[in-house]
């Protein structure tokens, strides 16, 4: 497998017409080792960290005689869904959304509407409440009002939440286009990315924990949450020091426009509430069933 992220080798054979080829996402190109033609990584669905593990490189029309691609070393879990012609750098500046085809198939699909419990505030979301329920599926209250929940204020800002936490705090950033960890981030650089009208990348933060934090002592969980929460109800309190128990209570989720999560099932007996203090979110929920479970099995196994 040859690759390059100079000159361009040549004309991609999957580029899709009009494709921005001018952008820095495809920067990166990738040759077949068996027909020798070159491919840009994106319109291929790789990444250009991803081809640092490639061995040998086999093109779509190739796999067919000579088998998959070859990694060096274990091959990372990729979605086996088809990134090709997703340019997440054309579609942050506005242009038109052609190359992402997750996000158009997805907005041109009719949903059922939800059949879950939706109440009007939280006054009656007690822990008996819960106990009382017949059924596992989620609730959605429309109104904070009567949860007990504090917030800071919708106003605030990215910089400002780097501030509280702490602009030198690490923190795990996720590109959406591969999936993948970008290490060596600070809150300060994900305030200046979040921030800047000069983003290349789609990127996310969904793993920072503030509890302990200037952040955190403005956030006050749902009341039920702390009346159902084990860690709170029965872990002992000898041991409740800043480096002896779980903590994994208050998440600050940060995303662009885009950005998203790839389908994952949450540890056994995890119970999570989400608030959304500004923006909006769209949450994609699949029924726990044997036969979508062998589904989402068998994607999550695929290469």
């Not at 250009?48 to 879990?77: L, M, N, Q, W, Y």
């Not at 903590?247 to 989400?274: E, G, I, P, Q």
Request: hydrophobic content about 30%; overall charge negative; glycine content about 6%.
């Amino acid at each position: 497998m040859s690759s390059s992220d100079s000159e361009d080798p040549q004309e991609c054979p999957q580029c899709v017409e009009d494709a921005p080829i001018d952008l820095p996402a495809y920067e990166t190109w990738l040759q077949c080792d068996v027909c020798e033609e070159w491919y840009h990584g994106i319109c291929v669905g790789i990444s250009a960290s991803e081809c640092e593990r490639i061995d040998k490189f086999h093109c779509k029309k190739c796999v067919a005689t000579h088998g998959p691609s070859s990694h060096k070393g274990a091959e990372v879990r990729r979605s086996g869904r088809q990134h090709a012609n997703v340019d997440y750098t054309q579609l942050n500046e506005g242009q038109p959304a052609t190359f992402n085809q997750y996000l158009l198939r997805l907005e041109g699909h009719e949903f059922m509407e939800d059949e879950f419990e939706h109440l009007d505030d939280g006054h009656e979301v007690t822990a008996d409440w819960l106990r009382s329920r017949d059924t596992n599926d989620p609730f959605v209250v429309e109104r904070a009002e009567g949860l007990g929940l504090e917030m800071p204020d919708a106003k605030i800002t990215v910089s400002e939440i780097a501030d509280m936490v702490g602009r030198d705090t690490s923190v795990s950033v996720m590109d959406v286009l591969t999936q993948e960890e970008l290490s060596g981030w600070t809150l300060g650089d994900w305030a200046q990315y979040f921030e800047s009208g000069e983003r290349r990348r789609i990127l996310n933060v969904i793993s920072l924990e503030v509890s302990e934090t200037a952040l955190g002592g403005r956030i006050r969980r749902p009341r039920v949450v702390d009346e159902v929460d084990l860690v709170e109800r029965y872990w002992p309190v000898a041991k409740r020091k800043a480096d002896g128990y779980p903590r994994v209570k208050t998440y600050c989720l940060m995303s662009v426009r885009n950005a998203y999560t790839d389908f994952h099932v949450d540890f056994s007996a995890t119970w999570v509430y989400y608030h959304v203090l500004s923006g909006g979110k769209v949450f994609y929920l699949v029924p726990p069933t044997p036969s979508n479970m062998r589904k989402y099995e068998s994607w999550s196994k695929s290469p």
